[in-house]
């Protein structure tokens, strides 16, 4: 997932799931996306995104793997937030 707003952490309205993991995307910012919509995409393949800023900004992401031997069924991976001056 994706989306322009800042990271929150979990005292700010972070996700926390049954499993402890914590998804820090803001789900409520309208920016909010995810790639291949929603599971549909090209699956376990390199993929090449070409990717260019023409103005300074901020994007913040987060990935969410779908792992039915785990508690939650999804492994999260740590939020990172990109921003270009």
């Known amino acids: 997932g994706y ?3 800042p990271l929150v952490p979990a005292s700010a309205g972070g996700f926390t799931t049954a ?11 309208p920016t909010f996306g995810v790639l291949w919509n929603y599971f549909n995409g090209p699956g376990f393949v390199n993929v090449t995104i070409p990717f260019s800023v023409p103005n300074p900004g ?5 990935m969410l ?3 039915p031997t785990l ?3 999804v492994a999260i991976s740590q939020p990172t937030r990109l921003i270009v001056q």
């Open 3 to 5: 989306g322009v707003a």
């Open 19 to 29: 499993g402890g993991q914590i998804l820090n995307l803001d789900l409520t910012d």
């Open 58 to 62: 901020a994007v913040s992401v987060q």
């Open 65 to 67: 793997v779908v792992a």
């Open 71 to 73: 508690l939650d069924g």
